[in-house]
T-cell receptor
Framework: SQTIHQWPATLVQPVGSPLSLECTVEGTSNPNLYWYRQAAGRGLQLLFYSVGIGQISSEVPQNLSASRPQDRQFILSSKKLLLSDSGFYLC???????????FGEGSWLTVV | AQSVAQPEDQVNVAEGNPLTVKCTYSVSGNPYLFWYVQYPNRGLQFLLKYITGDNLVKGSYGFEAEFNKSQTSFHLKKPSALVSDSALYFCAVRASNTGNQFYFGTGTSLTVIP
């Protein structure tokens, strides 16, 4: 069966520091991968999605970037964090048919 | 552009009563529609989806949803609510003919009162 892992689960970072959140998927090949941000415990904002290694689509101009160095690895990064980057970050994966996506347990980021 | 609207931020229902959580969508082409549930500080869990076929789809934990093309709606329902159903519910849409993006609504907080 397929599983998705995100880490770290929680992170407190000072303004201006770098960020790296990692997501890996097991039990499938060539998944579509997604990064969402959930602010204030409510709506999800699609940040990035990827259909293959090195292929990243950005939905919203951000202080963030994403990379997919391996087939089942998706990384969310920032060079300099802003206070507004605080939130709950969720990674998700979907199969080639794209009919459903499944989420990881999320990473809480607090920028102080 | 694809979008989803969940008009109710909060829904309260008594235990044992039927519940409905509303969702309307806007998409070019045929929609793929989804419902997810989120418990506090957790990721989203998939409940059910409509891709094609019967307008009434059944999912996990006794939930079902009805696709209504003329009203562009996909409301989530359950005949008898449980206290354990209290959570945040999200509707999502993906256009069948454009890209791989899934767009989510703002969520509806369901509280089932004992």
């Amino acid at each position: 069966s397929q599983t998705i892992h995100q880490w770290p689960a929680t992170l407190v970072q000072p303004v201006g520091s770098p960020l790296s959140l990692e997501c890996t998927v097991e039990g499938t090949s060539n998944p579509n991968l997604y990064w969402y941000r959930q602010a204030a415990g409510r709506g999800l904002q699609l940040l990035f999605y990827s259909v293959g290694i090195g292929q990243i689509s950005s939905e919203v101009p951000q202080n963030l970037s994403a990379s997919r160095p391996q087939d089942r690895q998706f990384i969310l990064s920032s060079k300099k964090l802003l206070l507004s980057d605080s939130g709950f970050y969720l990674c998700a994966w979907g199969g080639l048919l794209g009919n459903t996506i499944y989420f990881g347990e999320g990473s809480w980021l607090t920028v102080v | 552009a694809q979008s989803v609207a969940q008009p109710e931020d909060q829904v309260n229902v008594a235990e044992g009563n039927p519940l409905t959580v509303k969702c309307t969508y806007s998409v070019s082409g045929n929609p793929y529609l989804f419902w997810y549930v989120q418990y506090p500080n957790r990721g989203l869990q998939f409940l059910l989806k409509y891709i094609t076929g019967d307008n009434l789809v059944k999912g996990s934990y006794g939930f079902e949803a009805e696709f209504n093309k003329s009203q562009t709606s996909f409301h989530l329902k359950k005949p008898s609510a449980l206290v354990s159903d209290s959570a945040l519910y999200f509707c999502a849409v993906r256009a069948s003919n454009t890209g791989n993006q899934f767009y989510f609504g703002t969520g509806t907080s369901l509280t089932v009162i004992p």
